[in-house]
């Protein structure tokens, strides 16, 4: 994916199974700090990653198309953009390889704070590319679906040695963000500036809404019908799923050069909030 002057890459987001180890060096104050009761919207973004630096989660209490509250934003111990959320952890991937640290490698990450890496996921023999850019991530019943900028989505499954593979990939370009909203897949075209559903059978994009900016991440409040949008710049808007705009939305790291490609979306506790019903 692009920046402002250069190919970026929005996040991966996130794969399967593991316990490791991941820290946050902010601690927020207590009356803003998310509880899980709350409904919460964990964001990342590509940037700190094409500076060669560990990657921030930033978290914020949302009502709605509403936020509530403060933003919360976690320094990081490891390399994140891309993030999704599934059987209560979030998994999360990186851009490209960081430092020594391959660009291939998933993470699942607690959803409770401050941010733990609770498992690592390394690549397989027939893993995805650790290369620029690896994109957002969505957990559904046969896989994870991985999209890689700028010419591919891959399904991927983990190996009997707990290790990530390729079980198929879909040739698709300008893809970073993808979510499911329970019926079907929703994916971002980053240079062409449009929103829209994916058909894997078919492999068929069919464009929903255009954006004013270039769309990054996507998460989906099914309850609420609410699609957040990551965006080139920073912000992170909502919408419906017709396209209108459902508010002027916030920047979770303030204004920035890169995009927001890493968005989950965490329902309160108890909610029946969730899209992960596709086969």
């Known amino acids: 994916m692009k920046s402002f002057s250069h190919v970026r890459a ?25 509880t899980l009761q709350d409904s919460r919207l964990f964001c990342g973004t590509d940037e700190t990653g094409f500076d060669g ?54 993470r699942q990450i607690s959803v409770s704070l401050p941010p733990t890496v609770l498992s690592t996921i390394e690549p397989g023999s027939n893993s995805f590319s650790s290369s620029c850019c ?11 679906y991985h999209a890689h900028y700028d010419d591919v989505i891959q399904r991927l499954t983990i190996d009997s040695s707990g290790n990530s593979e390729v079980a198929q990939s879909y040739a698709q370009t300008d893809v970073v963000g993808i979510a499911t909203d329970g019926v079907r897949i929703w994916i971002s075209k980053w240079s062409e500036k449009e929103v829209g ?37 920073g912000s992170v808007i909502p919408y419906d799923a017709t396209g209108k705009q459902l508010g002027n939305g916030f920047q979770p790291f303030g204004s920035i050069g890169d995009t927001i490609d890493g968005l989950a979306f965490v329902p309160a506790t108890g909610s029946a909030n969730t899209a992960l019903a596709l086969p």
């Open 53 to 106: 630096m560990d990657g921030q989660l930033a978290v914020v209490r949302t009502s709605g198309s509403s936020v509530i509250g403060a933003v919360q934003v976690y320094n990081l111990s490891v390399p994140l953009n891309g993030i999704t959320f599934f059987s209560n952890v979030l998994w999360a991937g990186q851009p490209e390889d960081v430092g020594t640290v391959a660009g291939n490698i998933l």
């Open 197 to 233: 559903t994916w058909d894997p059978a078919s492999n068929t994009f069919t464009t929903i809404f255009s954006t004013a900016n270039s769309p990054g991440a996507l998460a989906w409040d099914v309850a609420n019908h609410v699609l957040w949008v990551g965006m080139l710049g």
């Open 134 to 144: 690896n994109e957002q991530m969505m957990a559904l019943k046969g896989g994870i």
């Open 10 to 34: 929005s996040i991966l987001l996130l794969a399967l199974i593991g316990p490791h180890l991941f820290a946050a060096t902010q601690t927020p104050a207590q009356n803003d700090k998310p």
